[in-house]
């Protein structure tokens, strides 16, 4: 499990790197790494969705603002797309007046 943590971790730091040799993907089984990211972190997955190529894009997130974007693909690896720090979230708020799916958001308070 420590091995899979510091990967994840050089992988963050790669992805900060700007030079197109130094970000390679870092894959492996999900359930590692969402272990990992649950326990070495505490981050929970707070959304989710579909590519347009079929893999399911994960977000997690962690109380001190630590946040991770995963992607599985079907039948495939899960692969870390970025990891950072800061992260604020939104809530989705319906426009006055509209019906529509159309919204503006404010930002979540996580303290």
């Known amino acids: 499990m420590n091995g899979l943590l510091r990967t994840l971790g050089s992988a963050a730091a790669l992805l900060m790197i700007s030079h197109p040799a130094a970000s390679q993907m870092v894959c492996g089984k999900r359930v590692d ?37 995963l992607m599985t693909m079907p039948g ?3 692969c870390l ?12 708020k319906e426009l006055p007046g509209k019906r529509d799916s159309t919204s503006i958001t404010s930002p979540v308070d996580h303290t």
């Open 76 to 78: 495939g690896p899960t």
């Open 33 to 69: 790494i969402v272990d990992a990211l649950q326990t070495g972190h505490s981050e929970q997955r707070t959304a989710a969705g579909l590519s347009g190529n079929g893999g399911l894009v994960e977000l997690f997130t962690g109380e001190k603002g630590s946040w991770t974007l």
């Open 81 to 92: 797309l970025g990891a950072g720090e800061e992260w604020e979230g939104f809530e989705r």
